[in-house]
Structure formats: C-alpha cells, structure tokens
C-alpha cells in the first residue's frame, strides 16, 4: 500500500489547526501529518504540537508557497497532499483527492469547493487562471486556485520547487500539464475561511492576481 503525507501550511490558524488536524488524523489513508507553521503570531504552532503530529516551525511568515517548500526535505512517501490549515472538520474529506492517486486513475488529484456561501470577488483572477491551464494543456478547470491537492512523488519532484506567491496552485497545475501528467478534479463539500467584498478581500484578490498573471508570463508560455 502506497504511503500517505499530508502536509498542512498555517499561518494564524489557531481557530481551526485542532480540527483540522484531527480529521486528518482519522483517516487510514493517511501515514503521517506535517505541519508547517509558518510564522504564526498566535497559538497555531503550540495547538499543532499538542495533537503529537510533526511541526515545522518558521521563524517569520513566508508566505504559502515558501511554507510548502520548506516542507520538501521532510517528505519521504509515495502520496503527498497538501490542505490548508482552515479547513477544520472538512479537511477529513482528503479521502476524496486521495483516492483517485492511490488508485492510480490520476496524478495529480485537485479538490473543487462548492459554491461560495458569500458573494466575493467577480471571477476575474479564478477565470484568467482557468484559461491559462485550458491553453496549457486543454483541461477544463473549475478549481484553478484550489489549495487542497494530491500527488504522486513523481510528480512532487517535477512541479517542485513551489512558486513562492498567490500563484503556487496555477504554477502547479501548468508545470504537471507540460509534463505530461493527467490531472482531475473531484467535487467535495470542503469549507474554508472566505473573503468578501470588503477591503481586505479586494486587497487579496488584488495580489491573487498579480501572481496569477505572473505566473502566466513566466509558465504559460512554455
């Protein structure tokens, strides 16, 4: 039986790092959980400690795509995933990204959300994503920017090293494209913190899309 890593990024997760590491935890799939608490000013690092699972603490905050990457040397399975740290009691539906790699049916296994419970953003930087990776590699995205991810090391190891910005999860997708690798996306009833139409979350989606773009300039052509 292949072997099973879940890799969790976190920064000022402490609401949710507890819940979300105990869905993990019970699910048989999975052999080992890391942590990456990536400079964390309140008590994610402690929470994650207590739940005796594997914690890598940065020292500042990096960024997501940093936090992934500083997980790498840590890693020694078959099967990695990576969810976030928001996920809370919905990160044990990792069984439903999961599966379809161990079963061998794809390579890289991306978990589609259900609809937003409040209005957000207009589509902009989801929908300039989704056409970079149909021109990468003819393939219909409907969770471009979907951070809840499983793998192949094979795949690991070619998509590696991260984008180290908002566009981690496009550069990923476009890597495993070019190379050859077959992709899916599957539905789950998976919830996280979400932005709306305040500041804050314009700002948000302002970067998003910068590195979205970014990564088109730099990925999308080759």
Do not use: W
Request: aromatic letters at 4%; charged letters at 25%; glycine letters at 10%.
């Amino acid at each position: 039986m292949p072997t099973v890593t879940v890799v969790v990024p976190a920064f000022n997760e402490e609401k949710t790092i507890t819940d979300t590491i105990r869905a993990l935890k019970q699910r048989p799939e999975v052999n080992n959980i890391l942590v990456v608490n990536d400079g964390s000013s309140d008590n994610t690092f402690a929470l994650a400690r207590q739940e005796g699972v594997e914690v890598l603490d940065l020292p500042s905050n990096r960024g997501k795509g940093a936090a992934m990457n500083s997980a790498l040397e840590h890693i020694n399975t078959d099967i990695i995933a990576f969810v976030d740290g928001d996920l809370g009691s919905a990160a044990g539906e990792v069984y439903k990204i999961l599966a379809p790699v161990l079963e061998g049916k794809t390579d890289l296994c991306i978990a589609a959300f259900p609809a937003p419970t409040k209005k957000g953003g207009f589509g902009l930087v989801k929908g300039t994503a989704a056409r970079a990776i149909r021109k990468a590699g003819n393939l219909e995205s409907i969770a471009p920017l979907s951070g809840q991810r499983a793998m192949t090391r094979e795949v690991l190891e070619a998509v590696t090293p991260f984008r180290e910005g908002y566009g981690v999860e496009l550069g990923m997708t476009i890597k495993a494209l070019q190379k050859g690798f077959r992709i899916m996306e599957v539905p789950t009833t998976m919830t996280h913190n979400e932005t709306g139409r305040d500041l804050k979350g314009f700002l948000h989606r302002g970067k998003q899309f910068v590195d979205v773009v970014r990564v088109i300039r730099q990925e999308g052509g080759k």
